[in-house]
């Protein structure tokens, strides 16, 4: 079975504080994503990276930025954080090109105060 | 601009049959998912239609009318694990990208 892990399940962190978030998948999968989920607004995708050190802007980049240095580990990063990135953070991989299903991480719940 | 609609919530009661309807308007349209969430969970995948017509998994169905921009996912036998969120979403372009929608949660009633 896939397993993709999140580093924290809960998170606290203060306005302004550079936030690390990061995921691991175990099943050699090319794609990686990072979503953020708030109520009524469904998953909306923040990055997605294809290969090792690509990385494509998703829906609501502004903010964020990540990085995939090996393949298997894909890492969200707020620079300054900010009240309005309190949200539910997942993470996702799936196969390769043509693949059409996503399996994700348990998430991480970040508060910031 | 890319948009998914899906009813936000649908009540159903155990045994019946339940359809959540999706329609979207995006641009590279390659096919339609769907996804499951517990409260608490992680979405999980269920279905994926890249033609039209109807797929069946048990109890689950998915269809696509891609000339109508519109599926839907049908719930057959529900019980009352079936309680949950499910999310439509577009598959856009070759590197899976998803786009999701708001979300429809499902409440089974004894």
């Known amino acids: 079975d896939v397993k993709v892990t999140q580093s924290s399940r809960y998170l606290v962190k203060r306005t302004g504080e550079k936030v690390f978030l990061e995921c691991v998948q175990d099943m050699d999968h090319e794609n990686m994503f990072w979503y953020r989920q708030d109520p009524g607004l469904g998953l909306r995708l923040i990055y997605f990276?294809?290969?090792?050190?690509?990385?494509e802007k998703g829906d609501i980049p502004e903010g964020y930025s990540v990085s995939r240095e090996k393949k298997e580990r894909f890492s969200l990063i707020l620079e300054s954080a900010s009240t309005n990135q309190t949200s539910m953070y997942l993470c996702?991989?799936?196969?390769?090109?043509?693949?059409?299903?996503?399996?994700f991480g348990p998430g991480t719940r970040l508060t910031v105060l | 601009g890319q948009s998914l609609e899906q009813p936000s919530e649908v009540t159903a009661v155990e045994g019946a049959i339940v359809q959540i309807n999706c329609t979207y308007q995006t641009s590279g349209f390659y096919g339609l998912s769907w996804y499951q969430q517990h409260d608490g969970g992680a979405p999980t995948f269920l279905s994926y239609?890249?033609?039209?017509g109807l797929e069946e998994t048990g109890r689950f169905s998915s269809f696509l009318s891609r000339s109508d921009s519109y599926g839907y996912l049908l719930l057959q036998e529900l019980q009352m694990k079936d309680s949950a969120s499910y999310f439509c979403?577009?598959?856009?372009?070759?590197?899976?990208?998803?786009?999701f929608g708001q979300g429809t949660t499902l409440q089974v009633k004894p």
């Open positions: 979403a577009v598959v856009s372009g070759n590197t899976g990208k998803l786009i």
């Open positions: 990276s294809y290969d090792v050190k690509m990385k």
């Open positions: 239609n890249a033609l039209d």
């Open positions: 996702a991989s799936s196969l390769g090109s043509g693949a059409n299903e996503q399996f």
